[in-house]
């Protein structure tokens, strides 16, 4: 993260359409990609408090497809909570700040592009599950979350990152990352190497069902981490689901697959104690009870096929990346210590290890449901 520098976020804080006096900011330390500040204002003599967001604009290339797929998607989300008469919707999903011209986001003479949200207080997020219940939460918010959107109308979303959860071109590149080996590090991870390699077989497997139009082509959230799940505090229940970047054309079998990977094991991302790493079928059975409950009907045959095998897919998707970023010197995910992606994809790996070893009975149970 570059450094937190205070004078810019009260600058920032000044292009959006909030009126009052700002009191303190915090620098948020979730998140590989984005820099994050949670801001305390005094308007008209109330505490109030918002989400400061710089882009990562070498990842997100195109600011304005990205906020105007966020802006639709959560207005859409808004009109359909507002219709059914709930009465927070302001902590049950997100809302823009538009700068004081009215634009989704802020554009700084350095380049470096801003956005700002309201802050949904009384809620937490966690790292990895903690309770079996966690685990339904996560399931239920963005099964609720894909369904929410599934009759959203007009002009196709914009690929915010096009091909990003395309296994076979993270497959390729990882090939490409050996080959040039940049920084000599290929031969620091030989045993996930050679395990990316013998798992190929994988990488086509959906894309080959959505290429023959068995498996649709859906709005997803399509980085489904349990981090991103906003649970209230006091009830623990799923208020709203955040980091919206990745809203895009996608695979509802890629969002499912990436909450098995970050919710059945209740693991760090980067744990190093790799014995601690495995799939648990309780939590399984919680997290693909709650996904199914919401989203289950919208599914079609040939994805219910494959709830088992996108956990195992998304495990090893994300494993290739952390492993191909490993090997080009850490260039894309933020680290925090030497080796930091390469534990990241080891923990993955062990993770794609232990599904493989349940597969049939994960499928079974979602088979049942
Ligand atoms: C990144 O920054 P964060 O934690 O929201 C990444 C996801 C990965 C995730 C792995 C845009 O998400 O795809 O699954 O790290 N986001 C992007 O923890 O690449
Ligand atoms: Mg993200």
Redesign the pocket.
Known sequence: MSAYNPAQISQISHQFQIYGDLQHVAPCKI????ETYFATYEQGGTTVRYVHQKLNTE?FKDPNAVMNNIDRASRHQRRKLEAKGIKDVSRRVLTVIPTRNGKLFHQSTDGTCWRTFVLVEGVKSYESVTSLDHAYEAGKAFGDFQQSLADITGPRFADT?PHFHNTRRRFDALLAAIKADPCKRVSQAEPEIRFALEHEKMVDVILKEMAKGRIPERITHN?T?FNNVMLDETTQKAMCVV?L??VMPGCALYDFG?MVRTTTSPTL?DERDLSKVEMQMPLFKKLCRGYLEAAGPMLNRHERALVAFSGKLMSLT?GLRFLTDFINGDIY?RVHRPGHNLDRARTQIRLVQSIERHEPAMQKYADSI
């Open positions: 998140g590989h990609i984005n990842v990152i980085d981490k980091d970047d990745t990436d991302e994300i995910f």
